[in-house]
T-cell receptor
Framework: RKEVEQDPGPFNVPEGATVAFNCTYS??????FFWYRQDCRKEPKLLMS???SGNEDGRFTAQLNRASQYISLLIRDSKLSDSATYLC??????????FGQGTTLQVKP | EPEVTQTPSHQVTQMGQEVILRCVPI?????FYWYRQILGQKVEFLVS????????KSEIFDDQFSVERPDGSNFTLKIRSTKLEDSAMYFC??????????FGSGTRLTVV
């Protein structure tokens, strides 16, 4: 089983749509969880941390279910500028980041 | 906003040559990392560095790789004898422990 698993997509959505990404992770001892955004040939940039209570940042909502080892990201009212690859990331027991393959989002006018 | 700086942005080298990738982490950060991303694949951990020594390394980080912090600011990754399969984006990152990681903009290494 992959350490962090994501649907690679691509997800093609019209502007204004709501889109949800899912992720599962294998290590139940993981302590920290993140969504990163990566634009083509650029470095990963932190989008948001993910907490068990769920957290929201503007149009973005992240959820964590530790029992199911499942993480989600919801993007509301998609913008053209949201087009990117979204990386689900967890920390190992030792603190290093473990990345998923990424889910590609293309928002079209 | 503080940033992690990497040089060069693009390096082309012949197979078998040595390359050194350079990074300047954020000055008050204590933990330093190298990750790599082969085109079309996921970001992979290579090595972590703390208190002037390697704290963890992956299976990818074999004897051909080494890291060094030669002074108070630079953090380097050396590949002794490059192979075609070393072609990738190499990202340096740093963090201060409890805080989030900051990644550099990467070095694209092309081995020909």
């Amino acid at each position: 089983r992959k350490e962090v698993e994501q649907d690679p997509g691509p997800f093609n959505v019209p502007e204004g749509a709501t889109v949800a990404f899912n992720c599962t992770y294998s290590n139940s001892a993981s302590q920290s969880f993140f969504w990163y955004r990566q634009d083509c040939r650029k470095e990963p940039k932190l989008l948001m941390s993910v907490y068990s209570s769920g957290n929201e940042d503007g149009r973005f909502t992240a959820q964590l279910n530790r029992a199911s080892q499942y993480i989600s990201l919801l993007i509301r009212d998609s913008k053209l500028s949201d087009s990117a690859t979204y990386l689900c990331v967890v920390t190992s027991n030792t603190g290093k980041l473990i990345f998923g393959q990424g889910t590609t989002l293309q928002v079209k006018p | 906003e503080p940033e992690v700086t990497q040089t060069p942005s693009h390096q082309v080298t012949q197979m078998g040559q040595e390359v050194i990738l350079r990074c300047v982490p954020i000055s008050n950060h204590l933990y330093f990392y190298w990750y790599r991303q082969i085109l079309g694949q996921k970001v992979e951990f290579l090595v972590s560095f703390y208190n002037n020594e390697i704290s963890e390394k992956s299976e990818i980080f074999d004897d051909q790789f080494s890291v060094e912090r030669p002074d108070g600011s630079n953090f380097t990754l050396k590949i002794r004898s490059t192979k075609l399969e070393d072609s990738a984006m190499y990202f340096c990152a740093s963090n201060d422990g409890p805080g989030g990681y900051t990644f550099g903009s990467g070095t694209r290494l092309t081995v020909v």
